[in-house]
């Protein structure tokens, strides 16, 4: 359970990176899956999952797929972002 609660915070905050990096549309589209899974992962915890709501947990995976896919494009931005700040090391005159 530790796990899905750190996964809950990551993902969480991506849509606020998201923001910050002008991918907008991302992050709005992020943030019904987010409220989605806490609002499963409270569920889960007070009262548990009866087996006709196992379509609960496809909500909390469809917000880990996405927010993995809205980390990745964080960390390939910084990636970028870095690249372009690098000095040439090489470089002849």
Partial sequence: ?????????????????????????????????????????????????AAGEMYLWGIFIANLVYGHIAFTIILLEMRKSMKSHRPMIHQNS
């Fill in 1 to 49: 359970m530790d796990i899905l609660l750190t996964f809950l915070l990551i993902f969480s905050f991506t849509p606020i990176l998201l923001w910050g990096d002008n991918w907008k549309k991302t992050a709005i589209g992020q943030v019904p899956f987010v409220v989605g899974a806490w609002l499963v992962f409270y569920k889960y915890m007070t009262v548990g999952i």
